[in-house]
């Protein structure tokens, strides 16, 4: 992948992964008199993570080469399984440990029954446990375990993914193994496939009509968040991807994309560690006083740079002092 791509899907990765965070700032309990921050949080949440499986798809469909037969498709496999699986199940494990340990002395969030439920839940039921807000790798795991056969059975066809994808938004997967997330967000990393299967020729229509793709973003935007219909992550997932990448493609370099880029380079350590940091953050200042009314206006800034600076942080100067854990947060 060339140097402009690489930036422009580390810019648009930092966009996504900031929008993650910022949704991560309440989690649970609202803070009273702050009605603005959960129609943020609303409206963030009706598209963050369908361009964040789109970003994913796009890189897959990038650098995608049919495997013939079943070692080569299990050597992927395993290829994937080390590079997400460590990460997501060590941090599980310690959120679960963490929330049991912490909740003795400070206010915590969505705290485990017990060790061992807590961590059946990491790996069973993500959407029910502690640590839920890393549902995104497993699920990406298991987009990457079935793309290869269900290309195989489509032709190759991304244009077939796609469809397949649409119809299975539709499907009342079952939480076990997280496969109502899989049946609803498949479709957004298939769209990400054929873009990456295609790139020059979507970007350059993303650009002939971006400003198009701005407004009816929008537009599907305050629709939803008025009239709130029940396929309104799908209406308003599918209108933000051009409009976001029409952004993050007319970013004139300076001060602004400094800090994207660096987001989108640490987002994979920013996902895993925003939620600890930001839980720290908030059990430090619930010390301090109410985030309730004005003190929230200190407070989501705060937790906001904490989900963000704090996970940075560690990374640079403790998990790089640590080879395997450098590789696994890579």
């Known amino acids: ?17 900031l929008l993650v965070v910022w949704g991560h700032v309440v989690a649970g309990a609202h803070p009273r008199g702050d009605q603005w921050y959960l129609w943020s ?9 369908p361009f964040f499986m789109f970003l994913s798809g796009t890189v897959a469909g990038y650098g995608y080469r049919p495997v013939a037969g079943l070692a080569p498709w299990l050597a992927f496999v395993r290829g994937k399984m080390a590079r997400l699986m460590p990460a997501y199940l060590l941090i599980g494990v310690l959120i679960v440990a963490g929330k049991l340990l912490a909740s003795r002395v400070v206010y ?30 497993y699920v990406l795991f298991l987009f990457y375990v079935a793309l290869h056969p269900l290309l195989a059975l489509l032709g190759q066809r991304a244009a077939a993914l796609i469809a397949l ?14 496969l109502n997330r899989f049946c609803q967000f498949f479709v957004f990393f298939a769209l990400g496939f054929g873009a990456g299967r295609h790139y020059e020729a979507v970007m350059a229509r993303i650009d002939r009509h971006g400003r198009l793709a701005l407004l009816l973003f929008g537009a599907a935007l305050s629709a939803v968040m008025v009239w709130q219909p029940d396929e309104g992550k799908l209406i308003v997932g599918m209108f933000s991807i051009p409009a976001l990448m029409y952004l993050v493609r007319n970013c004139r370099p300076g001060r602004w994309t400094a800090p994207l880029l660096t987001a989108g380079r640490y987002s994979f350590v920013i996902y895993l560690l925003n939620t600890i940091c930001i839980g720290v953050a908030k059990a430090i200042g619930f010390k301090i006083g109410s985030w309730d009314g004005a003190h929230f206006l200190l407070f989501a800034p705060a937790l906001f740079l904490a989900g963000v600076l704090g996970p940075i ?7 790089r002092r640590v080879p395997p854990l450098d590789r696994m947060t890579r």
């Open 1 to 17: 992948m060339s140097n402009t791509r690489l930036q422009e899907l580390d810019l648009a990765k930092g966009l996504a992964i």
């Open 108 to 137: 915590v969030d969505n705290i485990p029954s017990s060790l061992w439920g807590g961590i059946g839940d990491v790996l069973w039921q993500p959407d029910r446990s502690s640590s839920k807000s890393l549902w995104f790798i």
């Open 41 to 49: 949080q609303q409206a963030v949440y009706l598209f963050h993570m």
């Open 313 to 319: 942080w560690i990374k640079r100067h403790l998990l």
């Open 165 to 178: 994808g649409l119809l299975l938004h539709w499907v009342p997967g079952p939480e076990w193994l997280m």
